[in-house]
């Protein structure tokens, strides 16, 4: 399984959410690749379909459902 956290630099968010997930994975006893992409562009944010500091995707896929349809990529 390939988790990524999509970031903006100085997110107070991330450190929290990538140790979560972490935990979370050790728990289950899931074994995961855990990437952690900054985001420094719109282009970048288009291009990854980032919505928001931080954005987690499972295999390329947002966690949040109602996010995966949506459209408003960008810096926020």
């Known amino acids: 399984m390939r988790v990524t956290v ?3 630099d100085g997110c107070a968010a991330t450190p929290p959410t990538v140790a979560l997930i972490r935990d979370v994975a050790a728990a ?3 074994p995961i690749s ?3 992409v900054l985001i420094e562009t719109s282009e ?3 291009a990854t379909r980032f919505l ?3 954005t987690v995707q499972v295999d390329g896929q947002d966690i949040e459902v109602a996010a995966q349809n949506a459209l408003d990529f960008g810096l926020t």
């Open 6 to 8: 999509l970031y903006m």
């Open 28 to 30: 289950l006893g899931l």
């Open 34 to 36: 855990l990437e952690r």
């Open 44 to 46: 970048h944010a288009t």
């Open 52 to 54: 928001g500091s931080p």
